[in-house]
């Protein structure tokens, strides 16, 4: 079996393409911008090309078929007619990322499946992913184009902690100040429900669907089965540091405000995703790949991620503008506590 990806060298799609190399004996095809080739698995092709040059890529792609094509960069419906061009011809099955923020906030119900509505009025990105959805899905009932849609929700690998409240320059600021002994943001009281998998157990579920039949023209969502709240994610990480949590709530909608006026979009993130309680109920998945199940609890994962980033610097980007903000959000509160 023969497959692409276009990426192919992010947090979800690398433990993907090292399975497929490794352990499946897929001949295995990148095509991106060659950028972080150190990932590559030994025996896996690249096809260094920037695919928003649509000439380049259809000059580079000449005279090849794939069984399977993977898309984990397209984020505007512009990207996925690109790629409907390029590849209508070219592959048996076209797998889009899309996202499990896509689904409606709040949803009427908790439990998420795939029927559950689409629609998400706090954050542009996932409305540009409803209408990536929407292209994809039109193109499979006029024409039969092979698409399988699949929405992960908060995927992590050992390079990154999940977190709710983070800056632009990601997580390392909330685990260094959990180190420094400063209080942390928590959306909302930390009780609502998320989940978080870790990218090996992604991989078992995406490689079930290629090449699979019955994936074609349906969507999956693909998460684990482990749901915790944000306090016990917190804590968590904060007895993986071996540290004590101080743990500082703050309301969604105070964060979206404040974080406005230094270009932090939390409404997207929390509103529009993170403050919602959520859990996946994946027993579509699993019909249809019976291999799917968590082998990788947070609590193992999140010492995995932490043993690996605290021994690469690379990995612990500084962000003193987060710090500050923190810093001086619980300030401004904790004053304005003193005051009433």
């Not at 990148?30 to 260094?48: E, F």
Request: hydrophobic letters at 35%; charged letters at 25%; one cysteine or more.
């Amino acid at each position: 079996m023969k497959a692409l990806f276009i990426g192919g060298t992010g947090t979800i799609s690398t433990a993907i393409v090292k399975r497929l190399a490794e352990e499946l004996g897929w001949e295995v095809w990148l095509l991106n911008r060659g950028n972080r080739s150190d990932v590559v698995p030994k025996g896996v092709h690249q096809i260094v090309c920037d695919i928003s040059d649509e000439a380049a890529a259809e000059k580079a792609l000449d005279g090849m078929t794939f069984d399977v094509v993977n898309e984990f960069i397209g984020f505007t419906q512009d990207q996925v007619e690109r790629d409907y061009r390029l590849f209508k011809d070219r592959t048996k099955q076209y797998i889009y990322i899309s996202s499990a923020s896509a689904y409606n906030k709040p949803a009427a119900n908790y439990v998420i499946t795939e029927g559950t509505s689409l629609a998400n009025p706090h954050w542009e990105y996932s409305r540009n992913k409803i209408a990536c959805e929407e292209f994809l899905m039109k193109k499979y009932r006029e024409e039969g184009f092979p698409v399988t849609i699949v929405r992960p929700s908060h995927t992590y690998d050992e390079r990154n902690v999940p977190l709710g409240v983070h800056g632009k320059k990601g997580f390392f600021q909330v685990i260094k100040r959990m180190q420094e002994g400063k209080p942390v943001i928590i959306q909302g009281d930390g009780t609502s429900l998320w989940t978080v998998t870790f990218n090996k157990d992604f991989a078992i579920g995406y490689t079930g669907l290629m090449g699979n039949r019955h994936a074609i023209g349906e969507a999956f969502q693909i998460t684990g089965d482990e749901t915790l709240t944000w306090n016990q994610i917190y804590q968590t990480i904060a007895d993986a540091l071996g540290v004590k949590l101080k743990a500082y709530h703050i309301a969604s909608e105070y964060l979206s405000d404040v974080g406005d006026k230094y270009g932090f979009d939390f409404e997207g993130s929390l509103t529009g995703d993170k403050s919602v309680s959520v859990v996946f109920d994946n027993s579509k998945l699993k019909r249809v790949v019976p291999d799917m199940k968590t082998t990788i609890r947070f609590d193992q994962g999140v010492r995995i991620a932490l043993d690996y980033v605290l021994s690469h610097p690379e990995c612990q980007v500084v962000d003193p503008e987060f710090d500050q903000w923190c810093d001086k959000v619980i300030k401004a509160l904790e004053d304005s506590k003193r005051s009433i």
